[in-house]
């Protein structure tokens, strides 16, 4: 599988950054693609990191051994604070109103579901998961303000798949935190990446049984009644993989808004593949992670599986609450666009909103977007496997940011 890296502004600054990129071997050491980043495991309780653990067989690598120490030494931390913050917060909890019906962001990775997240959750009047939030779920009403400042510190400033910033008080997918809990998700891939993909059912509850099934939405439901409890607005919600769950969602929030987001498949393939390659190396118990004889069919089969379920119930949504952008578009013309979401949808009083989102897209005015090298057979792949999606939304004229160049790069598959 081939590497599909940027296509660089200055090839010989990219030499420089790609020699510095190269691993380097020393006892213990670990080469993670794209950066070092903390691990998101260490917001399980114990017994739930045991399950992670038995479930990749305990198949660590040497070089993640440290990081796993780390791991069983503090997780065993996050019970008696859930304990704590249960006791402190139950009335509350048990009190709260679910009136304040959400907003959820949806659309397959990559198609600009976090730029969209970033410019809804900037207005005042609504709120988000933030990211410390969706890694410790079970006890940030007591801890939030505390230790996210004392573990800032271990992140990055920006993310290892692009250059978008990264904080514990940022905008996070509300999935994370259902992970946290010990449930079922196609992310769970990251722990052990080397198995091969794992809960893909989970994206769409398609053969996974109704039991599990509704396990699954109680501890959605229990991690979204303590968001409420913390923030007592209207949440907007974001996770790429609630595009095939928009029938099961609607059972919870039947007057719920959905903004959909798409973009031209033949830039979201490359870069969700960077993107796995990145979170797969960072969370990988076993590095490097070896994904080359199964990511490029995983992720052309999850961009399909997303896109037709999404397709099969968008009519379950009523009209007025739903909003369907293409990328493209938005990135044209931000301020009109999110002018029209709140219109149509009620969000609230975009004259509000305005100024915070003009601030954000002017600190965000640099920000490149990526190209790729996509190889010719790959190209036809996915005009083969996304026809009617990118018939639907008019990308099949549209060629895409991504060449038909076979890339030459330096694989960061090296021998553990």
Request: aromatic content about 12%; proline content about 8%.
């Amino acid at each position: 599988m081939p590497d599909y890296e940027k296509i660089p502004d200055d090839p010989e600054k990219a030499a420089v950054k790609a020699e510095k990129r190269k691993p380097k071997q020393k006892f213990l050491g670990i080469h993670r693609y794209g950066g070092k980043l903390l691990y998101m495991w260490y917001g399980m309780r114990f017994f739930t990191l045991m399950k992670l653990f038995n479930r990749g067989r305990w198949d660590f690598t040497t070089n993640c051994i440290p990081d796993v120490i780390t791991l069983v030494l503090w997780c065993p931390i996050n019970t008696p604070l859930y304990l704590l913050s249960e006791l402190i917060y139950r009335r509350r909890i048990k009190n709260v109103k679910l009136d304040k019906e959400p907003v959820f962001v949806i659309g397959h990775w990559r198609t600009g579901t976090t730029f969209l997240h970033d410019l809804l959750a900037s207005d005042p009047n609504t709120a988000y998961p933030t990211t410390y939030e969706c890694f410790f779920p079970h006890h940030f009403l007591i801890t939030e303000r505390t230790l996210s400042r004392v573990m800032r510190a271990l992140l990055p400033k920006k993310r290892p798949q692009d250059d978008v910033p990264v904080g514990f008080d940022r905008p996070q997918e509300e999935e994370f935190g259902v992970i946290m809990l010990g449930q079922g998700s196609p992310l769970n891939t990251m722990a052990w990446p080397r198995h091969g993909p794992v809960d893909s059912d989970y994206v769409d509850f398609e053969g996974v049984p109704e039991k599990k099934r509704k396990r699954w939405f109680d501890a959605y439901m229990w991690f979204y009644k303590r968001l409420m409890v913390r923030h007592n607005k209207p949440l907007v919600l974001k996770s790429p993989a609630n595009s095939a769950r928009v029938r099961y969602l609607l059972e919870h929030f039947p007057n719920g808004r959905f903004i959909y987001i798409t973009r031209n498949p033949l830039d979201v393939f490359p870069s969700t593949v960077k993107l796995w390659r990145a979170l797969y190396s960072t969370q990988g118990l076993h590095n490097p992670p070896y994904v080359d004889g199964w990511l490029d069919d995983y992720v052309l089969d999850m961009m399909q599986r997303l896109t037709e379920r999404y397709q099969k119930d968008r009519h379950l949504i009523p009209e007025q609450n739903l909003y369907e952008i293409r990328y493209e578009d938005l990135v044209k013309d931000p301020v009109g666009r999110l002018r029209e979401m709140y219109e149509k949808l009620g969000i609230g009083d975009f004259s509000e909103a305005e100024p915070k989102i003009r601030a954000l897209l002017e600190a965000r005015s640099e920000h490149k977007t990526s190209q790729y090298e996509l190889p010719a057979d790959i190209k036809a792949r996915i005009l083969e496997r996304m026809k009617p999606h990118m018939e639907r939304y008019g990308y099949l004229d549209q060629p895409g940011q991504a060449t038909e160049q076979q890339p030459v790069t330096e694989s960061d598959e090296q021998p553990a």
